[in-house]
């Protein structure tokens, strides 16, 4: 059957699929890579969640494509957009944005609750007031609406019951630990933008004035700064790939390989030292490509994760 014979609804699905799958080759080659190992259908789902928070995510702090982010002129009316179309899109209207129509799509296939969809908006409100976090909690409260919450919308994506508490809460430090480990290579790129999620109270027990965390004379301390984050960020990642044992075999190798590429940038960070924002840390082709090898065999060896480490700061419940 010929693209112009399929009927609309398939027609547009396919469209709109095709407009995810450029998004995520472009946005994140890690995830794109990550993302080939599901079956079709939820490959597709991933797509269509990550290009809509990639839009969000670039409307939000005047990127493109996850790059270039600077200080925007109109956060408020920017967010104000994010809003108006994502709630056009989760009532089924047309928004004439792909990545919104997209998100109205897989949160229908997938049954994404509306409170998630809100919960990332909330983050990204956070950043439109010039928040900062005052201590460690706070940050962890930020990395949930951010990147938490959607750990949670992929693993209703990958068919987690919206019952399952357990394997979200699992999903959820995934995301979590995506996000530390993201803020301490970003350090400077957010603080060049006006930013700073390093909590007040960590800057206070290291005597780093808020604003002069690059401070020659500060750099050993932000770096041991930097490593705690690291290390939190593994703590997390340990707890997300416990979390994959509920989950079928090809979703689980795709979060396993995922879990190992971004787990990576955090020990390069950590390795790097006082060094770790000379340059833009990243992962090469080569060790992305490794990581679907051994999550490979990480998923046939997966077991029953057993209790949530009791230490973790656990997400909020409605």
């Known amino acids: 059957m010929t693209e112009a014979a399929l009927p609309t609804g398939e027609s547009q699905r396919r469209a709109l699929v095709k407009a995810a799958r450029r998004s995520i ?59 108006d179309k994502t709630t056009l899109a989760l009532a089924g209207e047309p928004t004439g944005e792909a990545a919104f129509d997209g998100f109205g799509l897989v949160a229908r296939e997938c049954a994404i609750p509306r409170g998630l969809a809100e919960d990332l908006i909330g983050g990204f409100a956070l950043d439109t007031e010039g928040w900062k976090p005052r201590s460690e909690n706070a940050l962890y409260l930020y990395c949930y609406h951010v990147a938490g919450v959607v750990g949670i919308m992929m693993a209703l994506v990958m068919g987690v019951s919206p019952d ?14 995506f996000q530390l480990a993201n803020i301490a290579r970003d350090i400077r790129e957010d603080g060049a933008a006006g930013r700073c999620y390093l909590p007040v109270s960590w800057l206070a027990e290291m005597n780093i004035p808020p604003g002069e965390q690059f401070h ?31 989950l079928p075999f090809r979703a689980a190798w795709a979060v396993l390989a995922a879990a190992g590429i971004y787990g990576d940038i955090g020990r390069a960070v950590a390795k790097a030292g006082e060094s770790a924002w ?17 999550a490979f065999v990480q998923a046939l060896r997966r077991r029953p994760s057993g ?8 997400r909020p419940r409605e």
């Not at 991933?46 to 005047?62: F, V």
């Open 278 to 294: 000379d340059r833009r840390v990243t992962i090469s082709k080569a060790a992305k490509v490794a990581w679907v090898g051994k």
């Open 25 to 83: 080759r472009h946005g994140s080659k890690s995830f794109a890579l990550a993302s080939a190992l599901f079956d079709r259908r939820t490959r597709e789902h991933a797509w269509l969640l990550y290009a809509w928070c990639r839009a969000c995510d670039d409307l939000a702090d005047g990127q493109v494509m996850g790059h270039g982010m600077h200080v925007v002129p109109d956060p408020a009316t920017r967010l104000a957009f994010i809003r």
């Open 216 to 246: 020659p004379a500060h750099r050993h301390r932000l770096a041991m700064l930097a490593q705690r984050l690291t290390n939190r960020a593994a703590a997390y990642e340990a707890s997300g790939r416990a979390g994959t044992a509920a």
């Open 164 to 177: 399952d508490e357990a394997t979200l809460d699992r999903a959820c430090d995934l995301g979590m630990a």
């Open 307 to 314: 209790n949530r480490p009791p230490e973790l700061w656990t």
